[in-house]
Structure formats: C-alpha cells, structure tokens
C-alpha cells in the first residue's frame, strides 16, 4: 500500500480552486475533451507526453486512460488534474504530480496547456495551486520539474514560481517514438524556498494594505 494511502480522505478536497480556474481529478465523463485536447496539440505535447499520444486514439482509449489515472490517484501514486477556466467551464490543460518518493518526500511535476502561450498566466496559476497542495496537503519536501529544449518555456515557468534550475542532464531522456537522446533541463524548488516565497508574498501584500 503505497505511503500516500491515508491522505486526503475527504473527496471535497480533491478539488483545487484559484481565482480563474478549477482543478479537479478527471472523470469518465471528461473523455471527449481529454482526446480533443491531445489530438489538437499532438506536435506540441511530444516527446514529454508522446506515451498518451500514443494510446489515446478513440474515445474508448481516453476513457481507459482515464479510469487509470483515477486508479492511480486513489492509490495515491499519482495526482492528474484536470484543469477548468472558470466562467466558460472549459477544458484547458493538465497538471500532474508523480513519482512520488517516500524518502524525501518529494515529486516531479508535468504540466500541459493548450493555445500556448496564450495561457501563460492561466498555466502559472495552476502550478501555484498545485505547489501549495504538494507542500501543504501532501506533506512534500520538495518538487522538481524536467524540461526538454522543445518545452523550456515551463523551466522559464518554473522559475517565476520560485523553482532554481539544479542542473542539465545530458542524454537523459528518449521519447516513445524516437530514437534521439534529449538533454533534460532540472528545476526544484523546496518546502524552504516555498514558505520563504510565501511569506514574501504575504508580507508584500500587509504591505500595501
């Protein structure tokens, strides 16, 4: 049984709310706009996501898709949300924590976006929120991000969000249909890094009040 089984009992908490946008685990019901969404940025979301490219191509593969990653979050080995812009109630991304290790704790972060980079700041929001679930909720040490040279637009992300770049490693990623090794960008920010930004903020905002 995995180390995260016990947390978040409550359903109501799986729901993440910011000023513009609702993140939530997906449901069999959000299949159709799961494809579309994948299908429309198919040359955009390789290679980082080139494995759900590659298995959903019907409507029946994104419901089996997602009936997994519900699996997965209940057994709390990954957390997918599904990302809503208020107001229009669209679907606009997908942000993830996973490869959760006990030792740290900590997880790596993926995220997606459609009309990028249109949704930048939408993007930015959705990490935040996320950010505060991974150190709050889940009790994380530490997130890290890997970013390709085709995706380094989320590294810049990642580092308004208070993530330090650690490094490059070199040769360290291959996608599912290619045989060219990418270079892997390394972000991390901690739970230090994390309150201390925090308490910037809060401190900023005293200010001007």
């Not at 950010?131 to 997130?143: D, R, T």
């Amino acid at each position: 049984m995995s180390y995260l089984y016990n947390i978040l009992p409550d359903a109501s908490e799986e729901q993440l709310d910011t000023k513009h946008l609702i993140l939530r685990p997906y449901e069999e019901g959000d299949a159709r706009d799961f494809m579309r969404l994948l299908q429309e940025n198919t040359a955009y979301l390789n290679p980082a996501f080139a494995g759900w490219l590659a298995r959903v191509q019907v409507l029946e593969d994104a419901r089996t898709q997602l009936r997994q990653l519900r699996t997965e979050w209940d057994s709390r080995r990954t957390f997918d949300f599904g990302v809503w812009q208020k107001g229009e109630n669209s679907y606009i991304g997908n942000i993830a924590l996973k490869n959760l290790e006990r030792a740290v704790p900590k997880a790596e972060v993926a995220l997606y976006f459609t009309e990028w980079p249109s949704s930048r700041n939408l993007a930015l929001e959705a990490l935040q929120a996320v950010l505060q679930f991974a150190f709050g909720s889940l009790g994380m040490n530490k997130v890290y991000m890997r970013c390709t040279n085709s995706n380094h637009s989320y590294g810049e992300l990642a580092l308004e969000s208070g993530f330090r770049q650690e490094g490059v490693l070199r040769n360290d990623y291959r996608g599912a249909d290619s045989e060219e090794l990418l270079d892997l960008s390394y972000y991390g920010i901690t739970r230090n890094d994390f309150e201390q930004l925090s308490s910037q903020k809060q401190a900023n905002s005293e200010a001007l009040t």
